[in-house]
């Protein structure tokens, strides 16, 4: 006999059903990275009731994140962008199980930090060499991942696309990743969200707090979010595959 859906999941139940609710429950996805396009991802994912969220950020909330990022506030300034995620997720689903890895992903140490036995890994990463290691360690023992590219120096809403990674145009991120990964023996599988939209010109390299100058780019307020909810969407339809919703 099917549980009922707890009443704040009763409109989603409407959409997708027993069997739909159930198989969400059941799932544990993997959220890489919780800035303006990772934080608004895990907070669909949890509204829309994944069972287990594993959520990897070491970093706290900067003043330069409040345009964009779901945690940011003056208020949360200084915080764990990590910890203030759970605690929004135990206000909406405290059922949800909630596994936070507080630490820099990188080639050395993917293999222990990457839970094998997720339903999918969700890659929203901003530095290339983390994302390569990421997507690359997690395709190698079969994961289905999402990546998203990038949102920064773009404004249209319009021409934000899903696809795969060997599909993918105009971009320069995925331009970059399709190249790092094919030397890895990864030509496509990999489903990503990206944007064909001409990416405006950065400011030129800036100092800052760890590591050397680099290009900064300008975000708006809407973009990384709709990043963060297609990819969301992506995955959770494809988690759905199966059940009377899928």
Known sequence: MKSKALPQFERTQILLGGDGIEQLRGQHVFVAGLGGVGSYCTEALARAGIGRLTLMDHDVVATSNINRQLPALLSTVGQSKAELMRARIADINPDCAVTLIRTFLGRENVHELVPADCDYVVDCIDSMACKVALVGYSVSI???????????????PSRIRVADISETRVCPLAREMRKHLRELGIKQGVLTVYTDESPRATLPPQPVDRGRPRSVNGTISYMPPLFGFMLAGAVINRLLVGSEAG
């Open 142 to 156: 079969g994961l289905s991942v999402a990546s998203s590219m990038g949102a920064g120096n773009k404004l249209d």
